[in-house]
């Protein structure tokens, strides 16, 4: 049996997998990139992130048609092919291959195309399509394989009635009614996005508030969104069943005895680690109790030469975040220098209205500091939302309890995974709350909103103490907000 041998081989090519890969090559390293689809990207480019955001983007030209419903009366049509609002996502996703396709091609990175499992902790064993089966070696391994729904043995997840998330783009018309179990970012992004398409939606989740992870105030603000645009939201419930009538229905039974009632039903129950096929345990691997790859800081395995990096690995599970880990996962396996990988990355979570943050929430940083000084701009007082329409916005810094050093920052509304690098760059640099006044934004925009969110944190800091005995240059007017005493 001939062998073929490499330095690095990379299982996987999404964005972890994809910048591992190339990154090596780079670094003059023989590199192979498995991948079991024929194109490169993984699920993130051709089931998840990219058609996810193109339907969005669809979604929010329908919304926003409706809204304008004095100047057009606007109505999707009824049985509304799913393929018509995704028309544009065969074009991007071709563009995306291609460019990726050109880059591993041009630093001589080997496509391998076919189904890895591992053999040993350094010999896998590649089955391709109508080809004889490939062993090779490598002295280095990068585990990329992401991630997949997470369906409990209660669901009968069918993929035509009961859909996960890889399926629900796989609907041929946009159902009437859709029911979204689940509150956390896929729950969130799919519900929104479907009810801006006049489907109508009900999330239910046990817990009280969808976003769990973010404070409550820009969980508040999705959800209020989330209702004017007409669906609704069913916290603190337990569903005891979900079942296909046989007819048209899903029906999901709470414990309470409750039954919703849709055409088709979303199971959000979050991801794990995309291993079944490989058998790690062959090279020494097993998952945690979270189903997903432990590593260390270093992005290792319990295997020396073996690492991980993406959704693999878990959280934050993010595109950005992945690749970054990719980058230095290859890194630390061929002994690169790489400084330690920055706190500071922003989520940004693409429902309608979008979400994001970056650094320390209000919540985190009462639990680290115990006080803090909040400031919060809202997007119908800013003249680009009034302009835009996007009322439902919200931009809130979080800063020590003198109010003067910045310790995160949370938007909700349009454009806010955009207008959160302002906030990430600002805490890299370390700048202070007055950095957001003492600047000059474009008027108008909706960047204004740090200003006015740092004006209020200054009002309240200027409160707190004497102007004169602080030596502060602002000054409260008569409508309680702050003006320069230049």
């Known amino acids: 049996m001939s062998v073929e041998k490499y330095d690095v081989i990379v299982i996987g090519s999404g964005p972890s997998g994809q910048k591992a890969a190339v990154h090596a090559a780079k670094a003059g390293h023989r590199t192979a990139i498995i991948e079991r689809d024929p194109v490169i990207g993984g699920s993130c480019v051709h089931r998840g992130t990219i058609p996810s955001k193109t339907l969005r983007e669809n979604a929010l030209r329908v919304k926003e048609m409706r809204r304008n419903a004095t100047f057009a009366n606007f109505q999707l049509a009824e049985e509304t092919e799913l393929a018509v609002l995704l028309k544009r996502l065969k074009k991007v996703l071709m563009a995306h291959d291609e460019y990726m396709q050109r880059q591993i091609k041009r630093e001589n990175v080997e496509f391998i195309h076919g189904r890895a499992k591992f053999m040993d902790p350094h010999t896998l064993e590649v089955v391709r399509i109508r080809r004889e089966p490939l062993t090779i070696q490598a002295k280095k391994i990068v585990i990329a394989t992401g991630s997949f729904p997470r369906n409990p043995p209660s669901m009968p997840v069918d993929h035509e009635h009961v859909l996960d998330s890889d399926s629900i783009l796989s609907l041929l018309y946009l159902p009437q009614s859709l029911t979204v179990l689940g509150g956390g970012v896929i729950a969130s992004e799919y519900a929104s996005i479907f009810q801006a398409l006049g489907v109508k939606v009900t999330m239910i989740d046990k817990y009280p508030l969808p976003l769990g992870f973010l404070d409550d105030d820009l969980t508040k603000s999705f959800v209020d969104a989330f209702e004017n645009m007409g669906g609704t939201w069913i916290g603190n419930a337990s569903v005891e069943e979900v079942y296909w009538d046989g007819v048209d229905q899903v029906v999901s039974v709470l414990k309470s005895g409750e039954e919703f009632r849709s055409n088709k039903l979303l199971s959000a129950a979050g991801r794990v680690a995309n291993v079944d096929d490989l058998q790690i345990q062959n090279a020494g691997l097993s998952l945690n109790d979270q189903q997903l790859i432990s590593v260390n800081d270093r992005l290792q395995t319990d295997v020396e030469h073996i690492y991980a990096a993406g ?64 400031g919060r701009a809202s997007f119908d007082e800013i003249a680009r939302g009034q302009i835009s329409g996007a009322l439902d916005g919200m931009l809130k810094l979080v800063a020590d309890v003198d109010g003067k050093k910045l310790l995160g920052v949370m938007i909700v509304g349009e454009g806010a995974t955009e207008l959160v690098h302002i906030g990430q760059m600002a805490l890299i640099h370390g ?32 409160s707190k103490m004497d102007d004169q005995a602080s030596g502060s240059k602002y000054s409260s007017d008569c409508a309680g907000k702050l003006v320069t005493s230049e």
Do not use: H
């Open 431 to 462: 700048a202070e709350i007055d950095v957001f006044v003492e600047n000059v934004f474009n008027f108008p925009t909706f960047a204004e909103a740090f200003r006015e969110a740092a004006l209020d944190i200054i009002w309240q800091r200027s």
């Open 311 to 374: 959704d693999v690995i878990g959280p934050p599970s993010l595109a950005s975040s992945s690749m970054e880990q990719g980058r230095r996962a290859i890194s630390n396996a061929i002994g690169s220098p790489v400084e330690d990988m920055s706190e500071l990355i922003p989520s940004g979570i693409y429902s309608i209205p979008e979400l994001s943050c970056v650094g320390l929430s209000e919540r985190d940083a009462k639990e680290k500091f115990g006080e803090v000084m909040i």
